[in-house]
C-alpha cells in the first residue's frame, strides 16, 4: 500500500540547473497537486491536475512546469534552478467527493 | 484574495494541559476545513470539516466549524509530549480546479 510516492528525497542543485521532481500514486486518484513549504510556513499550492491531461497554476507556479500524462505520476520540473526555490517539495493526491488529501514524504531540495 | 490564518503561530504548554488552536478564514467557494499535524515530515489527516456546529472528534482531539463566522477550532486536551507538532489548516475551494489554501501553522510544544 504504497499510497504516494515521491523521489528524490533530497536533492542539492547549482543554480541554473535543472531538475524533475517525480511523484506517483498507486489509488488511482484524479486530483494531483504540487505544494512548497519554506521554513516557519504553511504549504502553498504551485501546480495541480484534476485529471490525465488536465493541469493548471497554483498560488505560486513562476519557475515551475508540470505534466500529467497519466493519472499516476504528476512530475513536477524546475528549468532553472534559483536560490528562491529552496524548499521542501510534497505531492498530493485526493480521491473523489469529500477526501482528504494523501501527501507524499517530500523532497528537500537545496540550490546553492 | 482567499486566506487562512491560524493563532496562535505557537504554544507552549505543560503535560496534561488543554490547548485550542484557531482557524479563520476568507475564501470563495467554500468546500472544506481540514486539520492536520505535522512532525518533520508530510502532513497526516485529523479532521475534515464541511458542516457547521457539528463537533468531530478523535480520542483527545475535537474540532468544530462555524460557517458564519468563518472559522474552526481545534481542541487537544490531557496534552502529551507527543502532540508537540505544528498544527496546520487547510481550507478547499471548489472552483475551476479544486484548490486548497493552507494556514502558516500552530507550532504546539508539549513540555513534561
Known amino acids: 500500500n504504497a499510497g504516494v510516492t515521491q523521489t528524490p528525497k533530497f536533492r542539492i542543485l547549482k543554480i541554473g540547473q535543472s531538475m524533475t521532481l517525480q511523484c506517483t500514486q498507486d489509488?488511482?486518484?484524479?486530483?494531483m497537486y504540487w505544494y512548497r513549504q519554506d521554513p516557519g510556513m504553511g504549504l502553498k499550492l504551485i501546480y495541480y491536475?484534476?485529471?490525465?491531461?488536465?493541469?493548471d497554476k497554483g498560488e505560486v507556479p513562476n519557475g515551475y512546469n508540470v505534466s500529467r500524462s497519466t493519472t499516476e505520476d504528476f512530475p513536477l520540473r524546475l528549468e532553472l534552478a534559483a536560490p528562491s526555490q529552496t524548499s521542501v517539495y510534497f505531492c498530493a493526491s485526493e480521491g473523489p467527493g469529500y477526501q482528504p488529501q494523501h501527501f507524499g514524504d517530500g523532497t528537500r531540495l537545496s540550490i546553492l | 484574495e482567499d486566506k487562512v490564518v491560524q493563532s496562535p503561530l505557537s504554544l507552549v504548554v505543560h503535560e496534561g494541559d488543554t490547548v485550542t488552536l484557531n482557524c479563520s478564514y476568507e475564501v470563495t467557494n467554500f468546500r472544506s476545513l481540514l486539520w492536520y499535524k505535522q512532525e518533520k515530515k508530510a502532513p497526516t489527516f485529523l479532521f475534515m470539516l464541511t458542516s457547521s456546529g457539528i463537533e468531530k472528534k478523535s480520542g483527545r482531539l475535537s474540532s468544530i466549524l462555524d460557517k458564519k463566522e468563518l472559522f474552526s477550532i481545534l481542541n487537544i486536551t490531557a496534552t502529551q509530549t507527543g502532540d508537540s507538532a505544528v498544527y496546520l489548516c487547510?481550507?478547499?475551494?471548489w472552483g475551476t480546479g479544486n484548490q486548497f489554501y493552507f494556514g502558516t501553522g500552530t507550532s504546539l510544544t508539549v513540555i513534561p
Open positions: 487547510a481550507v478547499g475551494t
Open positions: 489509488m488511482n486518484h484524479n486530483y
Open positions: 491536475s484534476v485529471g490525465a491531461g488536465i493541469t
